[in-house]
């Protein structure tokens, strides 16, 4: 829905199309500079439903710009005739000078982020004695925060973040309860100008002295409402006290209607500068929290809040798939109603029929008529449910709900398919870490050979969502490559896959990975020669297959196949992704083919070695027995310095006791240990964040020490 032009804006419209003719412009040409749709601009020449936006866009984009049109209004053109008197003529070019100041606050408050220019610029226009900009914060919108405020006798932002209460109580606030006014709709929608006689009659006023205002008393008042493009209500402008010459303040000087208008035209520029700034900063949290909390679950959480709250939603929730449709995040009031985080979602319920649905959305007005609605709380009357996708492969289902019927617009939709995008991204980023730290882990437990392949597929498939793939290893005394672990099909199709094979000496795209040691791409298998036609009809494998050689000292002991089933296309940009999993399987086929215990030993240490995460081991004792390049390169030793030593050669007595804690703790309960902590070796100045693993080491029923596996969460790009 476009925000329309307020009627006070009609003579704004008027000089535009005046000035466009006289100056020779096309409506073709003025879509072009200006950016908006030939359809837009003409209707704006032939007196349809057009947005302030476009009307703005197309004024600047005039010789003069905007300032020109205001010009044209305080002063017409030699010889022509102006009907309104010089009064009504410098009122709207006082209105114009108001819009003017808008489009110069929008610029500067998103390029900046701060609100302090919003109050700063409307004090100016209204020549006020103090201004205040006050949002709704919260999904129930019981709360407005003082945003920003600019006032004659105290420091910009004074009493920032200041917390008023919703409500409609004698002596308790006119703004709260004009905003409750507004938002039950016993109050029209629109700017409310109070006089003295008005300030001084209304029980709702504030008697306590007002250190911000000049006199610490309130004269005369605006209050301007901030609306979305659905006129759902954002906030308010408080406008404090017209002053006088000399900036004087006293019952004399009040607000007039001309003073009205501006505000209207005023407070629709406002709105449209909140709207975005929110947006902004949702977009700017987002990537900001993916690089200060890598917990995917907390992560969810914060954006299903700020999601939520920019729609203005009572409750909502975030389902994402593993095994099934499982809840991960909830915002607003819990009922007995509501489904814990972590259980799977009902077969009957709003967010499982959008997962199913044909269309990416659902959208009720009124729950009560949908079938498959789930009841979370009872007081629901409307909601809306988007599909998470990644590379077009569904991942989730967000739903927002609200206490009122209808509360959902087209505008809102589009929004949360949005932010749907990028929330499926940011579980993708946040996943890859932990996913490549079990699949190490897998290597590193020594589990059975088969089930460590094939959680290598698994997780190259869950970070990446390319869901067909295989490994052969090289027999080399039989000259063929042998299935040894598939993904992406069932019991029945993966047993018998386990029986294919190639021999060296045929044509497929395996046996050239592993002649070539190189990596391999095709965009479309049936248009490459090098690929075997049975293995595409085997496999069912359509469209890009590519495949990484598994190697170790440069001999080559099986290579890795992915493609598409369901799920994301492969491309040549997963050829280098694909090298820590093909490490990681080469290094099990390594350590699967060693007969002898210290060999074994020796091979596990190659695979940590090759690995870009930090892995040591210690004895009972907290001695070093085994560190990897990269923990090494963390220490700034080499190993030789570092083996037979504890954490107290190399860390701060804190940090060195606390650790030690962790390992007897981990031994002790013979439990994993997952968390994020600060490092600071005593080579560094500051620390760093970072994600731990602790898992105990046994020798076989008896625990010999413990390893560790973490990352720097700091670095994360």
């Known amino acids: 829905m476009e925000k329309q032009v307020p009627k006070e804006l009609g003579q704004l419209i008027d000089a535009v199309k005046s000035a466009a003719r006289e100056q020779g412009f096309s409506q073709k040409v003025l879509a072009e500079r200006s950016g908006i749709s030939e359809s837009q601009v003409s209707r704006l020449f032939t007196g349809g439903s057009v947005s302030m936006e476009a009307v703005l866009r197309v004024a600047v984009e005039l010789d003069g710009g905007l300032g020109g049109i205001i010009d044209r209004l305080r002063m017409p053109a030699g010889g022509q005739t102006d009907p309104k008197p010089k009064e009504a003529r410098a009122a709207d070019a006082d209105l114009l000078s108001a819009v003017h100041e808008g489009g110069a606050m929008f610029h500067k408050v998103l390029n900046t982020g701060k609100l302090t220019t919003i109050a700063e610029t409307a004090r100016r226009v209204f020549q006020a004695d103090a201004c205040a900009l006050f949002l709704l914060t919260n999904t129930s919108r019981s709360q407005l925060v003082l945003a920003a405020s600019s006032s004659e006798r105290c420091p910009a932002d004074y009493n920032k973040d200041k917390i008023l209460l919703v409500q409609s109580r004698e002596g308790r606030g006119l703004t709260s309860h004009i905003v409750k006014a507004w938002i039950e709709g016993t109050e029209p929608l629109g700017v409310r100008n109070w006089s003295a006689q008005d300030l001084e009659r209304d029980s709702h006023s504030s008697r306590d002295y007002q250190e911000f205002l000049s006199e610490g ?40 209607e001309n003073d009205r208008k501006i505000a209207t035209a005023l407070g629709a520029c406002v709105s449209n500068i909140i709207h ?37 939603a009572d409750r909502g929730d975030i389902a994402i798939f593993g095994k099934d449709l499982t809840l991960r995040a909830t915002v607003g009031e819990m009922t007995s109603n509501t489904i814990p985080t972590g259980q799977a979602l009902p077969q009957k319920s709003f967010m499982r029929a959008t997962w199913k649905s044909d269309k990416k959305f659902k959208m009720s007005a009124d729950v009560s008529k949908e079938p498959d609605y789930h009841e979370s709380d009872p007081r629901t009357k409307s909601a809306l449910a988007i599909r998470l996708e990644l590379n077009q492969r569904p991942i989730g289902v967000l739903n927002v709900e609200s206490f009122r019927e ?79 672990a598939c993904v992406g099909y069932d019991d029945a199709q993966e047993k018998e896959a386990l029986n294919f094979k190639f021999a060296y000496s045929e044509q497929s ?140 050669a190399f860390y701060p007595d804190e940090l060195a006791e606390k650790y030690r804690k962790d390992d007897l703790s981990v031994m002790s309960t013979k439990e994993v240990l997952d968390r994020r902590e600060l490092n600071r070796p005593l080579a560094e100045e500051q620390p760093v964040e970072v994600r731990v693993l602790k898992v105990p080491i046994f020798d076989g029923n008896r625990v010999s020490g413990v390893q560790v596996i973490f990352w720097n969460l700091d670095q994360r790009g």
């Open 509 to 648: 795209a395996a046996t050239r990975v592993h002649e070539s040691a190189r990596p391999f791409f095709t965009p479309d298998v049936k248009m490459d020669n090098h690929v075997s036609k049975r293995g595409v009809e085997f496999f069912g494998i359509k469209g890009a297959l590519i495949g990484v050689p598994l190697q170790v000292s440069g001999r080559v002991l099986g290579v890795l196949m992915a493609w598409r089933i369901h799920g994301t296309e492969p491309t040549k940009a997963h050829l280098y992704r694909l090298q820590v999993f093909a490490k990681l399987a080469a290094w099990t086929i390594e350590l699967w083919r060693s007969k002898e215990s210290k060999e074994k030993l020796q091979i596990e240490y190659k695979v940590a070695d090759a690995l870009p995460l930090q892995i040591f081991r210690k004895d009972v004792e907290g001695r070093f027995i085994f560190g990897n390049k990269a923990f090494c390169e963390t220490l700034k030793r080499p190993w030789s310095e570092i083996q037979g030593k504890t954490d107290s």
């Open 276 to 312: 975005a700034h929110l947006r902004v900063n949702v977009y700017r949290d987002m990537v900001n929290e993916i690089q200060l909390d890598h917990d995917p679950n907390r992560y969810l959480e914060h954006f299903m809040e700020k999601v939520a709250g920019l729609v203005q």
């Open 217 to 256: 008393k309130a004269y005369s008042r605006l209050h301007i409402p901030l609306l979305q493009p659905d006129d759902r209500l954002l906030g308010v402008i408080s406008v404090l006290n017209k002053t006088g010459p000399g900036g004087g303040v006293s019952s004399e000087y009040q607000f007039d």
């Open 406 to 484: 209808n509360a959902f617009s087209d505008a809102d939709r589009e929004l949360l398919i949005h932010f749907g995008e990028y929330c499926a991204t940011a579980m993708q980023i946040l996943g890859e870490e932990p996913a490549l730290a079990e699949a190490v882990e897998s290597v590193l437990e020594n589990r059975e050979f088969d089930e460590t392949l094939r959680e290598i597929l698994r997780k190259l498939n869950e970070i990446y969502s390319i869901d067909g793939g295989i490994i052969y290893i090289a027999d080399d005394d039989h000259q063929e490559l042998v299935c040894k």
